[in-house]
């Protein structure tokens, strides 16, 4: 089965730090989500992502939040000023069309600890 | 605030037996509803998909689906170890044709050997 890809798998940054989080989705998928899930809690929404712009975002992802398609096979999620509460565990998610009978195909996700 | 409620647990259940998983969801206009088991540190995985009212059968797996009562079920028969896992509802809400998917917190389900 193909494959949403996630790097890196484990991120330690400075509080304050930038962050990038990259993710490669299956290559003839249209849709791409972020999700998040701090420990112990729900898998959160961030954001929805089609044909170069944000479709939606939640109250989460804030102006310190930011995503990006940059070459047509990556898509970035990057957190300007890191906080100790972004520290989670994110998930890249895509499918290939709009309709929501559509498998979402989810990452391994990227570990983030803030310090 | 569109919210899916799941009771949190644990939940434990004999090796052999059925495991009756229970979600509720608060917006009506909800029309797709999905159950995912999520291995401790690994990502949501997809194993039911019900998008209409009654039953859906897939090997051991059944969901349930009522509208009305805006109540989604999942049932587990012939338990195995392997099912030990948090299981996620979640569902569709579409926002002016964006659609997201929303989880309910997890319900943890031990299977005991």
């Known amino acids: 089965e193909p494959e949403v890809t996630q790097t890196p798998s484990h991120q330690v940054t400075q509080m304050g730090q930038e962050v990038i989080l990259r993710c490669v989705p299956i290559?003839?998928?249209?849709?791409f989500y972020w999700y998040r899930q701090i420990l112990g809690q729900k898998v959160e929404f961030l954001v929805s992502?089609?044909?170069?712009?944000?479709?939606?975002k939640s109250e989460i992802f804030d102006d310190q939040f930011s995503v990006e398609r940059p070459d047509g096979s990556n898509f970035t999620l990057k957190i300007r000023s890191t906080k100790l509460e972004d520290s989670a565990m994110y998930f890249c998610a895509s499918k290939k069309g709009p309709w929501d009978n559509e498998k979402l195909f989810f990452g391994s996700g990227t570990q983030l600890s803030v310090l | 605030q569109k919210e899916v409620e799941q009771n949190s647990g644990p939940l434990s259940v004999p090796e052999g037996a059925i495991a009756s998983l229970n979600c509720t969801y608060s917006d009506r206009g909800s029309q797709s509803f999905f159950w995912y088991r999520q291995y401790s540190g690994k990502s949501p995985e997809l194993i039911m998909s019900?998008?209409?009212?009654g039953d859906k059968e897939d090997g051991r797996f059944t969901a349930q689906l009522n509208k009305a009562s805006q109540y989604v079920s999942l049932l587990i028969r012939d338990s195995q170890p392997s099912d030990s896992a948090t299981y996620l509802c979640?569902?569709?809400?579409?926002?002016?044709?964006?659609?997201?998917?929303?989880f309910g917190t997890g319900t943890r389900l031990t299977i005991i050997p």
């Open positions: 290559s003839n998928h249209l849709y």
């Open positions: 019900i998008y209409s009212n």
């Open positions: 992502f089609y044909n170069n712009e944000i479709s939606e």
């Open positions: 979640a569902v569709i809400h579409v926002n002016f044709g964006n659609e997201k998917l929303t």
